[in-house]
């Protein structure tokens, strides 16, 4: 058994890990910004930048998820600047903590496959530089926040996630809201890649991560081959017996999403190399399984 704290145990993927390693027989840490409820609970602020050392002075590996979510809301100025103030700071936070523990703390870091922005037909992996546009300087500000942990030999690793599909959440949900309305259908040319990763797959990465401390630097969480978004959305449409004819315009997602169309409409051909170097395989690797996990 180990000790494992949790930032944004109460989202989508945080929940879902928190109760993964629970049932193996961990100890979890939920680190909450308001007052404890309970042992398994303690306090932090990282809009203040507050985590006492002391509350991870018995903790083996903290898992840090925290940051606003990307696709809650339409993308203002306002919403871009906490996009990116919430995770830095919260990284900043806990890099701090760490240190001020003077114990050899297992980070791994929340981070996205946004950093490689549009690429088009591009193969990428962790070796490939970063790319342009908001999130792909979001996720280098993000991991360059650990920078003073990493640069004192701590072990940290960057959790470069994609498009986790679930009903509840993510880039999924939406699809399938609109597909059983029977507007579902491309979105733009429907030609840019999704690298995307089951939610059991995404824990499970997650759980190996921890396991796996000698792993340092970026990792891609992230299916086998990501498939074309209209491919996802074709499935989609066929799961729900619901017609996929109709592309989304450009123009239409800029309306309704701001600038965060942009990066919907991005393609990103991902490969998790380093995960599968490092022994970690699939239980969900085709999209057909991806999508049936998702909606049952």
Known sequence: MITIA???ASGLIGGALSRALAARGDRVIALVRRAPRGPSERSWDPARG????????DVDVIVNLAGAGVGDKRWSTEHKTEILRSRVGATHTVVRAIISSGRPIRLVNGSAVGFYGDRGEELLTEASPAGTG???????????????WVTAGGSVAFARTGLVMTRDGGALAPLVRATRLGAGGPLGSGRQFWPVISLRDEVRALVHLI???????PVNLVGL???RQREVATAVARMLHRPALLPA???????VLGQFADEILASQRVLPERLLQSGFTHEDASLQAVLTRALG
């Open 6 to 8: 949790i930032t944004g």
């Open 50 to 57: 507050v985590l006492e050392p002391s509350a991870v002075g």
């Open 211 to 217: 396991d796996r401390p000698d792993i340092t630097g």
């Open 249 to 255: 315009p450009r123009l239409g997602l800029r309306l």
């Open 134 to 148: 908001f999130l792909a300087e979001v996720v280098r500000a993000w991991e360059g926040a650990a920078d003073e």
């Open 225 to 227: 081959e990501p498939p």
